[in-house]
Nanobody, 128 residues
Framework: QVQVAESGGGLVEPGGSLRLSCTAS????????MGWYRQAPGKQREMVASVSSSGTANYTDSVKGRFTISRDNAKNTVYLQMNNLYAEDTAVYLC??????????????????????WGQGTQVTVSS
């Protein structure tokens, strides 16, 4: 089964920077879009940035010019470089991977399917 794990969150002062990483592992045939979402307490989950397999990036308006998403296809990894952080950026950041991979079933066979896989999330806190 394809698994996704994030790293790189933490506590930073306003104006500071953090770099998040997210790696997909398992039996992977192809990764389509990779993206970062965030969810703050009492708020809905929102898309922060996404990048296609060809490298086309999209950003929510509030992070344009401050955040940069990139990916390393050889490592099945997506990064989010966050600069000039605001207190409003405080949230749990979750990685989303649109992937075709293989899963071992309980009957012992192998299924190939395309799914959206999510990581557990990493906390980003911007505070002085």
């Amino acid at each position: 089964q394809v698994q996704v794990a994030e790293s790189g969150g933490g506590l930073v002062e306003p104006g500071g920077s953090l770099r998040l990483s997210c790696t997909a592992s398992g039996t992977i045939f192809h990764i389509y879009n990779m993206g970062w979402y965030r969810q703050a307490p009492g708020k809905q989950r929102e898309m922060v940035a996404s990048v296609s397999s060809s490298g086309t990036a999209n950003y929510t308006d509030s992070v344009k010019g401050r955040f940069t998403i990139s990916r390393d296809n050889a490592k099945n990894t997506v990064y989010l470089q966050m600069n000039n952080l605001y207190a409003e950026d405080t949230a749990v950041y979750l990685c989303s991977v649109d992937v075709t991979g293989a899963t071992r079933t309980s009957a012992g066979s192998t299924e190939i399917s395309r799914d959206i896989r999510w990581g557990q999330g990493t906390q980003v806190t911007v505070s002085s």
